[in-house]
């Protein structure tokens, strides 16, 4: 069965801090795919990343970088100089491909605070 | 990627009563998937929906208290039917989206009274 835990219930940095959202995943399927979603106030989610089970290279997006590691069955997430706009509900999921509904599971989330 | 309309965007309803929510696609998609989201808590899969087929529920999810129509490939509705205050929650639609993401309706927002 598939499984996505986000130990950390809740963060708090100062702006300009980097900080690490920690994800860890559990499946029985050899590909799968993760992804993290970001849950600002105003409640939409935003799509940040998809990555697939086959590539492990790391990935940075501006301030953004993500952290696939098969070995730990980790997919951490990095902001770096995070600014007070990072402050949000952060959301790590998995797909497995197997899954013939191609559903995503969530994990429960880590909430974001940015301090000014 | 597609975008989708999501309606209505919040609500208020008495106990007892049902509310439909609607998700209209702007492309063609073979899934859509429908989820809840309790106060302060992760989102939580009700149903796949297919069109031309009865949707699949979760476990803990039923027929009877969230029927779902998917009459075509770009139209879905939830029902929340016989309403308690335990109902209240954010209710969002999903389609797979480009670049392998989901996307997901802006939720609609029930309080249960």
Redesign the interface.
Same mark, same amino acid.
């Given at each position: 069965a598939q499984k996505v835990t986000q130990a950390q219930t809740e963060i708090s940095v100062v702006e300009k801090e980097d900080v690490t959202l920690d994800c860890v995943y559990e499946t029985r399927d050899t590909t799968y795919y993760l992804f993290w979603y970001k849950q600002p106030p105003s409640g939409e989610l935003v799509f940040l990343i998809r990555r697939n089970s086959f590539d492990e290279q790391n990935e940075i997006s501006g301030r953004y970088s993500w952290n696939f590691q098969k070995s730990t069955s980790s997919f951490n997430f990095t902001i770096t100089a995070s600014q007070v706009v990072d402050s949000a509900v952060y959301f790590c999921a998995l797909s497995e491909a197997q899954n013939r509904d191609d559903k995503i599971i969530f994990g429960k989330g880590t909430r974001l605070h940015i301090l000014p | 990627s597609a975008v989708i309309s999501q309606k209505p965007s919040r609500d208020i309803c008495q106990r007892g009563t049902s509310l439909t929510i609607q998700c209209q696609v702007d492309s063609q998609v073979t899934?859509m998937?429908w989820y809840r989201q309790q106060p302060g @808590?992760? !989102?939580? !899969?009700i149903a +796949?929906a297919n069109q031309g087929s009865e949707a +699949?529920y979760e476990s803990g999810f039923v027929i009877d208290k969230f029927p779902i129509s998917r009459p075509n490939l770009t139209f879905s509705t939830l029902t929340v039917s016989n309403m308690s205050p335990e109902d209240s929650s954010?209710y !969002?639609c999903s389609v @797979?989206?480009g670049?392998?993401?989901? +996307?997901?309706g802006?939720?609609t927002?029930l309080t249960v009274v």
């Open positions: - | 899934m998937f @808590q992760s !989102l939580t !899969l +796949t +699949t954010i !969002l @797979q989206a670049r392998g993401g989901y +996307t997901f802006s939720g927002r």
